[in-house]
C-alpha cells in the first residue's frame, strides 16, 4: 500500500528518516532511538496486515481520490485482522465518497446507509478501521480475558474533542468574488423547484429530539445506557437527547432511489463470526458486529479514562445510547452546501450537480477525478486527466452512475419528471447560496435559512478533553518546534 511504502522509505531514507524524527522527537537521542523502535514495530504491524485485511485481493474496485470503501475496510480490520479470524475477510467492493461533516451532529442517523446514531460509537469504529492498536486476542487467537482486554492507543479525549469541534462547522458560502456573482431572479426560481422536486427528501426535516427507550432490547448494553443522563416516560427509563431539535434523515430503499445498491446490499448482506465475543452467537452483518464490540469496549474505555457521571452523556454524545438500523437504503442528507462537494452520489459517479440533474444517457460514463479546476456553471470539478488522477469507470460495478433520475418514463431510481435546461441551472443557481443568510432577503426568504437552525448544546467536558489530548500527544511541543524552524 502506500502507506506501507512510505513507512519503508522513512525508515531506509536517512534524509527522510531525520526529517520525521526531527518532527516528532525533536534533538533528544534517547527519544529519536525509542521512535525508531516503535517505527520498526509499525513497519511490521503493516506488513502483517497487508498479508491480511489489507490485501488489495479484498478491494478489487479502486477507491481513488476521496473515496473509501470504510464499512467494509472496518469490518475486515476488526473481524479479521483484530481477533485473527481470516475467514471473516470479504471483498470490499463499494467505495463510497468521504463525506461532508458540517451539520451531521444534527442527524438522527449518520453514515451513508444511516446504521448507527452516536458519535463515540461511530468513531471509535473508524478508529479501530484505520488500524488503531488494539488487544482482542492473544498469539493463538484466543480471546483475551481480564483488564488486558481491549487495551488500545484509542485516544478518547481526542475523538471527544474533534466531535466538538465538528460542531462548530457552517457550510461553506459561494464566493462570488472568485466563481461569480449569483442570478437572484434565477435562484429563487430555483427555489421554488427545490421546494418541489427536493425538499421531500433532502429536508431538512426537523423533529423533536428523541427519547431512546432504555428496555433491555437485544443488542444493547443497559447498564451503558443507564450510565448516561436517565429520566422516565411512560414509567419507564429513557435517555432524552439534549438537542432542541434534530435532523430526522429519511432512508430511501434501494429498489427506490436507485443509485448503485453495491454498498447498501454489502452491508445488509455480508455475515462476521462473532462467536469469538459472543460464544453460540450466530453471524453478523457489520453493524450488528460492531454493536457486540462497542458494547464491551467503549464502556471498558470509559472506565480506563476515567469517565463516568456526567461526563459518560457528553462524551457519548449528546445524550445518545448507541443503536444499530439495518436497512438497505441510503440516507437522503440535507444539502446545505453541496455545491462544494464533488463529485455526486454516495460513490462519487457523476461528476457534477448539472449532471446530476440531468437523464442517465447524458451523464458521463466515465471521467477523471483530482483536478481541483472547479466548473461554476456545472457545479463540479473540471474532469480532464491530469497528473495523479483517478479514473472513475462507472461501468463497474459499485461505480455505477444510476439512479436519482429525473425524467418522464417509469425506470427505477425516477424521482421526478424531467427537467428542462433552464430547470437545472436554476436549481443549481439556488444551490449555490441555499441557507446563505446573506442572500434571505434577495431569495425572499429562503426556508432553508441556516441562521434560524438552533445551535449545539454547550458541552462542559469539551474544552478539557481537547487540553487532555494535547497535553498527551505534545501538540504544544510539536508546535513550538515547528515555530522554531
Known sequence: TTLGAAVIETLVNPYKWDRFAARVAGTDDAKRSQLRSEFWAFAKHMKQ????????????????RGRIDAVGRIANVVFGYDIDEPANYRPADAPASLPFLWDIWRFDWVQYTGFTNQAMARNVGETLGVLAPIKLVNDKGDVL?????????????????????????????????????????????????????CRHCHGPHESQPYAWPIDDQAGTNRQWDMAGDVSEQNGKPVRKDWRTEIWSVPWIKTDVIGTDPKLADNYMDNRYDATKLVPGSKPVNAGDGLQVLLNILVPELYQRWDIKGDAVANYDGLNVPFRIANERAYKARPLHGVWATPPFLHNGSVPTLYDLLSPLEQRPASFYVGNREYDPTKLGYRTDYSPGSFHHDTHIPGNRNLGHLFTDYETPGRIGPLLSEAQRYALLEYLKVMGNPAFDQALGGDPQNWANYSAAPADQWNEKSCNNTHLRHGVAELTAQETKQ
Open 145 to 197: 480475558k481480564g483488564p488486558e482486554f481491549g487495551e488500545t492507543l484509542v485516544d478518547v479525549d481526542g475523538l471527544h474533542c474533534a466531535e466538538g469541534l465538528l460542531r462548530m462547522l457552517k457550510p461553506p458560502q459561494w464566493p462570488e468574488d472568485v466563481l461569480g456573482k449569483i442570478d437572484i431572479q434565477r435562484a429563487r426560481s430555483g427555489k421554488q423547484l427545490f421546494a418541489q422536486h
Open 49 to 64: 496486515f497487508v498479508s491480511g485485511a489489507g490485501n488489495p485481493k479484498y478491494y478489487p474496485v479502486e477507491e481513488g
